[in-house]
């Protein structure tokens, strides 16, 4: 579905990403780990169209998304949720669910002007997807409250929702689980695995979480640097020398990432 094939990306001569090349099938959860600083964020900002690579090609379904501005990716299918959130903190979690499909809808100022009946049926259909994701989410009973008085990781969640809101293709999630609790992080993790297996999407993550990265996994890839270190199954990367010495600085016998 994804295709990165040789990517760079530079900053004032400073190399961020180099010569990146990975591929995500459709239906798989597929992770990018690595140590802060190895260039994760800087592959969703390229997916999302904030950066532009210096060379290489990343394609969508066989069309390149490279020529795309931001604003019309949501239209390719693609969606993200951020490492730190960003919603609307004095609008509602409707509201800011809302937002998500904002993109998606077909406006005319003309009905929109005199709110024809058009109007108020998406409208109605609008907030009713938004309920299904809140409940999905387990977070209907929050839907009136204003974002800011949220804890944090009802705020992931909430910025999750907005993700999947529009039905993507591919959804982009920014380290869903950082900041929460073992109890969040297993809800987000069980979450992952039902946007996988009961409403096929495509989810590419980001992720310090090993234990989240380890169980809903079908592949990863390991950054360091802005390059490629290793890639294969949860389990392959687990035992990898070459991937513990990223992270620890050092191999010892039988060691693994956990």
Do not use: W
Not at 54 to 78: M, R, S
Not at 127 to 141: G, P, R, W
Not at 171 to 182: F, H, R, S, T
Not at 185 to 190: D, G, L, N, V, Y
């Amino acid at each position: 579905m994804l295709t990165f094939k040789d990517v760079t990306v530079k900053f004032a001569g400073v190399t961020a990403v180099k010569d990146l090349s990975f591929e995500v099938p459709q239906g798989n959860i597929y992770s990018i780990i690595g140590p802060n600083g190895a260039g994760k964020t800087t592959v969703f900002n390229c997916i999302s169209r904030f950066y532009t690579p210096a060379a290489g090609t990343i394609d969508f379904n066989g069309k390149n998304i490279l020529k795309l501005k931001p604003h019309q990716v949501i239209h390719e299918g693609i969606a993200r949720s951020f490492q730190n959130v960003e919603l609307f903190a004095k609008m509602t979690v409707l509201d800011n669910l809302l937002v998500g499909l904002h993109p998606t809808l077909k406006k005319n100022i003309f009905s929109i002007s005199l709110n024809l009946p058009s109007v108020k049926k998406t409208e109605k259909e609008s907030i009713k997807k938004a309920y299904e994701v809140m409940d999905l989410l387990s977070i209907t009973d929050l839907a009136n409250e204003k974002v800011r008085n949220l804890p944090f990781g009802y705020q992931k969640m909430v910025d999750i929702g907005r993700a999947i809101i529009s039905s993507p293709k591919l959804i982009l999630l920014d380290e869903p689980v950082a900041g929460m609790n073992p109890v969040e992080t297993k809800k987000i993790s069980e979450l992952i695995l039902r946007l996988k297996k009961e409403m096929n999407y495509t989810v590419l993550v980001i992720e310090h979480d090993m234990s989240l990265v380890m169980e809903v996994s079908d592949f990863v890839t390991v950054m360091n640097f802005g390059q490629k270190i290793a890639e294969g199954t949860p389990q392959e990367i687990q035992k990898n020398p070459v991937v513990i010495e990223a992270y620890l600085g050092e191999v010892e016998e039988n060691a693994q990432i956990v």
